[in-house]
């Protein structure tokens, strides 16, 4: 299909959940303006999503949100607390402080879980996307696309007005949810290893006092009408969601409750057999009274056909365990942005593209069977923490072409891509049919590459900061106080940010070369989104080294998957985004 088009954008992001939003602020902020395209009329108006884990708050902290966010925090900031009983009732049989049990050291992040509703996150983050450029338009749906060899024809239309527009990308990213539509249309399914279970959803208003006892909780699991019931207090006092799953032999459409049955099954859950029921509607403006959603997991076969790419829930979905769901969207839609930005502004070589997939794919299968073990557990009253959250959130580690991983015997990195492990912790939930990503303990960080670059506080000019600060968006040379020829090397390279720990920066913990796995001579190279990409452990000191500069532009060329780039030439003469920090 051809010309003439409306609208001309690079990127073109169907859906404007916190995935699709998130990506057009990281998109700008690299200098590309996207479009995004979602059928409601606004940001979500309903929780949805209620906790963001540490590393998607490091992620907003280089976006500069972090402040923001954490002075939007929900009521549920002072309710940490799980349960688990028969009814509301009823004894309890746990009672779990949740962010005690997932809280990272302050050694492992400088950031915390922030408990900020889902539709209050995505209104922070459309607007910082919009003032960066990015052009929203809610209440417009997608209508068709064609993907070529060379980019992306789509029709949206205003729901509105109903008019339509021809638009021309360069990419489609699909964050169209769960439901995954335009996956579908292109005819990728997903792999569902595990069991499903359908669940009713309706909100109700009642006086539950008398068996809160004075209580207060952010989540409880009961027993009553059903096994995986779920309560959860809403914003307004004395509001509730009750979740309840399908009950075989029951006899009742699912998703389809009387008003009736649905107080009916509030007082089940809450023990109180004369409870006064009042429901609410979910969504105001909306019939109906009763919401369905599918708990369980997949992982969608393919996260890219050509120039199309999957993200979020429309990639791959995790049961509602470990606040998981929400913050993946948000790690997948951050490490495409670099690499999409890279190749269209022609820094990186087209096959970068194909290592989003290579990366994020195994991610979710780990993300998964941790979800997986984690709502187990909760369910049966054994193990409510499951696995260890602090190494899932910042430990899985990255295999693709955009690591360059060691060779020992030289003790820097090598070029090359090993195969996929198994998870360095936990035991598999279900046999997967696909590579799983490892993970390591952050707790000990080994600065090895296809790993989160590690959490060191330093200090410039009596400021305290974090290692993570210095990385904005471009690739960071990070080197010891003996590391002026690395620093030397990478003056050629306008686009990428070079910092001397020791020289400007003082290290006042003395952790940063055992964090990094350096020595004062050796370097490490650190991606765009955070992940080391390349280490030198030292700068080798036979006669016959290659100079810093040439290891740098190599490591650099093979990363950007520039084969055949002139071997002398800086690789990254500028990079799009923010200026490096001072």
Request: aromatic content about 8%; charged content about 25%; proline content about 8%.
């Amino acid at each position: 299909m051809t010309g003439p088009y409306d609208r001309r954008t690079a990127v073109l992001i169907v859906g404007g959940g916190v995935t699709g939003l998130s990506a057009a602020l990281f998109l700008t902020r690299l200098g590309v303006r996207p479009m995004l395209v979602e059928r409601h009329p606004s940001t979500a108006i309903t929780p949805q999503a209620r906790a963001f884990n540490p590393r998607s708050m490091e992620i907003y902290r280089a976006a500069g949100l972090e402040e923001e966010i954490r002075g939007r925090q929900s009521i549920l900031a002072g309710l940490p607390e799980m349960i688990g009983a028969e009814t509301l009732a009823g004894r309890e049989r746990f009672r779990v402080d949740l962010l005690a049990h997932v809280r990272p050291p302050a050694a492992v992040s400088p950031a915390d879980w922030a408990m900020i509703d889902q539709d209050e996150l995505e209104r922070v983050v459309r607007a910082r996307a919009e003032d960066g450029g990015a052009e929203v338009c809610f209440g417009t749906e997608l209508v068709s696309f064609d993907a070529d060899d060379d980019g992306v024809t789509a029709v949206v239309r205003d729901l509105g007005t109903g008019d339509a527009r021809r638009v021309r990308a360069d990419y489609l990213v699909a964050a169209d949810g769960h439901r995954a539509g335009i996956r579908d249309r292109l005819g990728i399914g997903a792999d569902r290893p595990g069991p499903t279970t359908d669940v009713s959803y309706f909100v109700f208003d009642a006086d539950l006092s008398a068996v809160l006892r004075g209580r207060r909780f952010l989540l409880a699991y009961l027993d009553r009408p059903a096994p995986g019931t779920v309560l959860v207090p809403l914003r307004t006092y004395g509001r509730w969601m009750l979740g309840v799953p399908a009950q075989p032999g029951q006899g009742e459409p699912h998703g389809d409750l009387s008003e009736e049955r649905c107080a009916e099954l509030a007082r089940l859950a809450t023990g109180v057999a004369d409870l006064d029921v009042t429901l609410v509607p979910p969504v105001p403006g909306r019939p109906g009274m009763v919401s369905r959603s599918t708990i369980g997991g997949w992982v969608a076969h393919r996260f890219r056909s050509g120039r199309v790419f999957f993200a979020g829930d429309a990639a791959h979905v995790v049961p509602p365990a470990g606040s998981y769901g929400a913050n993946t969207g948000i790690a997948d839609a951050h490490n495409l942005a670099w690499k999409l930005a890279a190749v269209l502004a022609g820094r990186a070589g087209q096959t970068l593209l194909d290592t989003y997939e290579r990366e994020r794919r195994p991610v979710a299968w780990l993300t998964l069977g941790t979800a997986t073990r984690h709502l187990a557990g909760r369910h049966s009253g054994g193990d409510v923490t499951g696995t260890d959250d602090v190494t899932m959130i910042f430990g899985y580690r990255y295999d693709s072409a955009a690591i360059v991983p060691e060779t020992p015997a030289f003790g820097m990195s090598a070029f090359g891509t090993p195969a996929f492990g198994t998870p360095a912790f936990g035991t598999p939930a279900f046999e997967t049919p696909a590579p799983v990503a490892t993970a390591e303990d952050p707790r000990g960080p080994s600065g090895r590459p296809g790993l989160r670059a590690p959490h060191v506080w330093l200090e410039r000019a009596g400021t305290r900061l974090s290692t993570l600060d210095l990385f904005t968006g471009a690739f960071t040379l990070l080197t010891g106080s003996d590391g002026g020829e690395w620093a030397a090397g990478a003056a050629g390279e306008a686009g990428l940010h070079v910092h001397r720990i020791g020289v400007g920066l003082r290290d006042p913990e003395d952790r940063f070369l055992r964090a990094y796995g350096i020595t004062g001579t050796g370097a490490a190279l650190v991606r765009p989104d955070g992940f080391v990409a390349w280490r030198a452990r030292e700068l080798p000191a036979h006669a016959s080294r290659p100079r810093p500069g040439r290891l740098l532009r190599d490591a650099l060329t093979r990363l950007l998957c520039l084969d055949g780039a002139p071997p002398d030439r800086p690789v990254l003469p500028a990079w799009p985004g923010p200026p490096p920090p001072r």
